[in-house]
């Protein structure tokens, strides 16, 4: 196997530890023992722990990216379609360990975590980039002013439903 492929299926490996675990063990001897290896040898495939972090949240990110897209629509839609799309979108418990890691990252990020920051930042404009393209808004400003309105709603009914409060925000977007 190339270096470039172990590197690969570190990341995927890690991607999923973080996933089921998330970033409060992700010191290097907890992720070295997660893949089997050694941290000497994690840092033989990443320059340091902020390189292999962001290249396993990265890979996060493109997975939650894939089952976003399940969600597309053909056309671009009312953000009334979308927003019931894609709450009960987030709220699944197959979506869950996503939005539990971007929670966490969120309040990393909050606490000063520049790696969650930068990642972070970068997720959720690509996130609101997705949400432009999915809303039927002619006018530029006001479709971007949308997607953020949405993605604020979504993030909302993801914190609420860490809280306990899931059922209610699910319940909000049932028909009738």
């Not at 089921?20 to 000497?40: K, Y």
Request: glycine share 8%; net charge negative.
């Amino acid at each position: 196997m190339s270096r470039s492929d172990r590197k690969s299926q570190l990341t995927r490996t890690l991607a999923d530890h973080v996933l089921a675990n998330g970033l409060g063990g992700a010191s290097l001897r907890p992720l070295a023992a997660a893949v089997g290896t050694s941290d000497r040898m994690l840092l033989y495939y990443f320059p340091d722990k902020t390189a292999l972090i962001t290249a396993v949240l990265e890979e996060v990110a493109v997975r939650m990216t894939m089952l976003l897209d399940t969600q597309r629509g053909e056309e671009p839609v009312a953000v009334e379609v979308l927003e019931a799309r894609l709450l009960p979108l987030v709220l699944d418990p197959l979506v869950w360990p996503f939005m539990q890691l971007w929670l966490e990252m969120a309040a990393l990020a909050a606490r000063g975590d520049e790696t969650c920051a930068r990642v972070g930042e970068g997720i959720a404009q690509g996130f609101v980039a997705w949400l432009e393209t999915q809303l039927a808004i002619d006018d530029l400003a006001e479709r971007s002013r949308t997607a953020l309105r949405l993605l604020i709603t979504i993030e909302g009914g993801v914190l609420l439903k860490s809280l306990g409060l899931g059922e209610g925000v699910a319940a909000l977007v049932q028909p009738g």
